[in-house]
């Protein structure tokens, strides 16, 4: 699994397979400020980034203090595991909480499926997963199917960026132009019943 998004133009069957899109590191800063800020993430605890690409994101969750647990299908980075997370059945030892940029339309079984799939392994076939953010586009709430499985899910808090932040393909950055899409961090807790709260945050990308 690679940390991809289709970012804008031309269908989803002209991208080539395994491209991916790191996530800047002030993207993820901005979600560990709200969520410290929030008092919902606990430093020093040990978070399962399990479509870490190039480690763009373990490392600022390395600066903050958690000791991550890093895992893709294809190997980019030296301390890392090479697993597909749709694999998986359960947490790895001593993780409770998943921080990614999962793929936006994750392949199962030979098959593209949405990134419900994504959230639905995560709190209903894995065991051990009380807490998740997920980097997606905010038009990830359209959907009648997919609204349900968020509000099982447990969807906390949507942290919207104010501005559209830019993913390079294969983190080769082309130009710094604003990008085209707008994205936001997707927090889960499972249990939580209430409505979703949503929250700004910005970035300077």
């Known amino acids: 699994m690679t940390a991809a998004h289709f970012i804008g133009g031309g269908k989803q069957s002209d991208r080539p397979?395994?491209?991916?899109?790191p996530t800047p590191p002030e993207v993820t800063q901005a979600l560990l400020d709200a969520l410290l800020e929030d008092s919902l993430?606990?430093?020093?605890?040990?978070?399962?980034?399990?479509?870490?690409?190039?480690?763009a994101i373990s490392e600022v969750l390395n600066i903050y203090g958690h000791d991550t647990i890093n895992t893709d299908i294809t190997a980019r980075m030296d301390?890392?595991?090479v697993s597909n997370f749709f694999?998986?059945?359960?947490?790895?030892?001593?993780?409770?909480?998943?921080i990614t940029n999962p793929p936006y339309m994750p392949?199962?079984?030979?098959?593209?499926?949405?990134?419900?799939?994504?959230?639905?392994?995560?709190?209903?076939?894995?065991?051990?997963?009380?807490?998740?953010a997920l980097l997606l586009k905010t038009t990830a709430l359209s959907g009648q199917a997919r609204c349900k499985i968020m509000?099982?899910?447990?969807?906390?808090?949507?942290?919207?960026?104010?501005?559209?932040?830019?993913?390079?393909?294969?983190?080769?950055?082309?130009?710094?132009?604003?990008?085209?899409?707008?994205?936001?961090?997707?927090?889960?807790?499972?249990?939580?019943?209430?409505?979703?709260?949503?929250?700004?945050i910005s970035v300077d990308n």
């Not at 199962?108 to 997963?129: D, N, Q, S, T």
């Not at 919207?160 to 390079?168: A, C, E, M």
């Open 107 to 132: 392949v199962i079984k030979g098959k593209k499926k949405g990134v419900e799939a994504f959230i639905e392994h995560a709190f209903f076939i894995l065991e051990g997963c009380d807490k998740m």
């Open 17 to 21: 397979e395994g491209d991916f899109y």
């Open 41 to 55: 993430l606990a430093l020093g605890s040990p978070i399962w980034e399990p479509c870490c690409g190039d480690g």
């Open 151 to 200: 509000e099982a899910a447990g969807l906390h808090t949507l942290y919207q960026f104010r501005h559209r932040i830019t993913l390079h393909k294969n983190g080769i950055v082309v130009n710094k132009g604003s990008g085209m899409v707008d994205f936001a961090w997707f927090y889960f807790e499972k249990g939580h019943r209430l409505p979703p709260i949503i929250k700004w």
């Open 87 to 98: 694999d998986e059945e359960s947490m790895p030892p001593g993780c409770n909480t998943i």
């Open 79 to 81: 301390d890392m595991s």
